[in-house]
């Protein structure tokens, strides 16, 4: 295929004219007087999304130049990145680091030397980081839950008191999942399940493109401790799950690409729905924890010492969840279909096991506390509650854009408990001037990339003061000229006042990492100077066959 190439300043303006569509498109949503954005659906007759996700908008721009779409394209992956470790923030980290971009792409056209810019840059953002977490406060009472929800929800007072009891019931680290109900109100219901840092082996698993999930509904499950090498191997089962009109989890060591492609076929094309991933824990911890899987499931572990034959197992030998979504990174099985007096019975078993490991004597302190941590995990895991907020609302369109509101409220709580909050409204990140001011070099590169970060720092407080409808930089004047660092503009209300008694919160962890991020993405755009884009062929069928479009349908109600 041929390439078109662009070198230095010129490159790099086409990469940031792409970015400033994309952060032009996604800024107009930022804050809680933010617009809305309608994006077309794939497939013609069906009703359109209104969204307030910043992430969503940034997925769905695309350009017809090769350039300008490396640009958005490098954009839209920092903000996948920040939404991927937090869940919220993609709309402030694409603002941020456009205004950063802008700034330094400038500096360089003065003539500036690029590393001390770069250098200026990531001193400010660990000074700016340093200053914000010695300014944070804890947000693990129910009052600023119920707030910080609210927030992050565009307001709903009834979204921050839901996550409040769910987070209540299921702790700080526990599963909560977001899902579409039936209703015209929100209901949430708790029961048992598990999770583990593991994700679908494929994409082509994923059945809400919009959420990057997969989810199966009264799934069936098998726990297997052996690599899948051959498809046929899985036939016999998969035709029995087939006929019971079920879904199945594939719990396996590993799945080879001959059988997982079988599996992918039949799922893209509805003949079967099945996800594969690997299972939790390592080594010789792997078969007690698929041990404790089946006895929460209601099944049985399929294991090699036992003599089991894939070939041989039975519908009643597989567990069962009411659902179950897997992500990039993450599994959650919820409502297993376990006995619970069995999984009690279990759990009483592990407690003695560990007061014994407690207090015998024998073995070393290093290994015993190695022991311990293993049992504990596997007790939390055992007796872990899930939560499911089913999403209410009088259509299909509002129910999908309020169920996007409440999954970024979700994701901000979880943010907020894990490292505390700031004050909203872009004003946490605005105080860090002050901290920036203090910085100095004798370099002359350097310090303009210090000023650059000090400007920037006040541009999320600055947008979300304009979608509310005020003058932008006499807020930010207005702010910075109070001592107490908590007062701010709540845009709700469009008045002055102290923030963390308004509830408007901002998690300091999403603030740092759109930071961290915007800075990275500016100083990669800084040292580019050479941009490769491909030229596409006349031909409009070039790389697409027959095969490549069954394998890859849409259903175009997902």
């Not at 940034?58 to 939404?83: L, P, Y």
């Not at 490292?419 to 946490?428: H, K, M, R, T």
Request: glycine share 10%; net charge negative.
């Amino acid at each position: 295929m041929a390439k078109d190439i662009r070198y230095g300043d010129t490159g790099r303006r086409k990469m940031l004219a792409g970015a400033n569509l994309l952060a032009d498109a996604v800024q107009v949503t930022l804050g809680p007087r933010g617009r809305n954005v309608i994006i077309e659906h794939r497939t013609s007759g069906i009703q359109p999304l209104v969204t307030k996700d910043g992430v969503t908008v940034a997925r769905s721009i695309a350009v017809d130049d090769r350039f300008e779409s490396a640009g958005i394209n490098m954009f839209t992956e920092m903000a996948g990145k920040v939404s991927k470790q937090c869940g919220d923030g993609t709309t402030t980290t694409i603002v941020l680091a456009r205004y950063i971009a802008r700034q330094v792409l400038r500096a360089m056209s003065s003539g500036l030397n690029p590393n001390g810019l770069r250098t200026g840059l990531e001193l400010a953002t660990r000074a700016a980081i340093e200053d914000m977490e010695r300014r944070a406060q804890s947000c693990a009472d129910e009052r600023s839950i119920v707030q910080i929800g609210a927030t992050a929800s565009n307001g709903d007072a009834s979204v921050g008191k839901l996550l409040a009891s769910a987070f209540s019931a299921v702790g700080r680290e526990g599963v909560i999942n977001i899902n579409l109900g039936n209703g015209l109100e929100d209901e949430i219901e708790f029961q048992e399940g598990a999770h583990w840092e593991q994700g679908w082996l494929s994409p082509y698993f994923i059945t809400d493109k919009t959420r990057r999930i997969a989810e199966l509904t009264d799934a069936y499950v098998l726990l297997y401790d052996r690599p899948i090498k051959h498809f046929e191997e899985l036939i016999p089962i998969l035709d029995q799950v087939r006929q019971a009109e079920g879904s199945l989890l594939i719990i396996a060591e590993a799945v080879e690409d001959a059988a997982l492609a079988g599996i992918l076929l039949n799922h893209v094309r509805c003949v079967l729905k099945a996800v594969a991933v690997k299972p939790p824990a390592q080594g010789d911890r792997r078969k007690e924890t698929l041990a404790d899987l089946a006895c929460l499931l209601g099944g049985r572990a399929i294991l090699e010492e036992n003599g089991d034959d894939l070939g041989r197992v039975k519908l009643a030998d597989l567990g069962r969840a009411r659902r179950v979504q897997v992500g990039e990174d993450t599994t959650n099985l919820f409502g297993g279909a376990g006995d619970p007096s069995v999984v009690a019975e279990r759990l009483y078993g592990l407690r003695l096991e560990t007061d014994r490991l407690r207090s015998s004597d024998k073995g070393s302190p290093t290994g015993k506390l190695h022991d311990l941590d293993e049992l504990q995990e596997r007790i939390a895991n055992l007796s872990n509650v899930t939560a499911t907020i089913n999403v209410g609302g009088g259509s299909e369109a509002e129910m999908k854009e309020r169920l996007q509101r409440v999954e970024n409220a979700r994701n901000s709580v979880s943010a907020a408990l894990a490292e505390g909050g700031l004050p909203g409204g872009g004003v946490g990140l605005l105080r860090c001037r002050k901290a920036l001011r203090a910085l100095s070099s004798t370099d002359i590169a350097v310090k303009h990339g210090i000023q650059i970060i000090a400007d920037a720092v006040g541009e999320p407080a600055r947008l979300i003061a304009h979608n509310a409808g005020e003058d932008a930089y006499a807020v930010t004047s207005r702010t910075l000229a109070s001592d107490d660092e908590h007062w701010g503009l709540d845009a709700r209300t469009c008045r002055f006042g102290n923030l963390f008694e308004a509830g408007v919160i901002d998690p300091l962890r999403v603030t740092r990492l759109a930071l961290q991020h915007a800075t990275l993405t500016a100083g990669a755009l800084m040292t580019t100077e050479c941009v490769v884009a491909n030229v596409p062929p006349e031909d409009p069928t070039f790389g697409y066959t027959g095969e490549w479009a069954a394998a890859t349908r849409e259903n175009p109600r997902i």
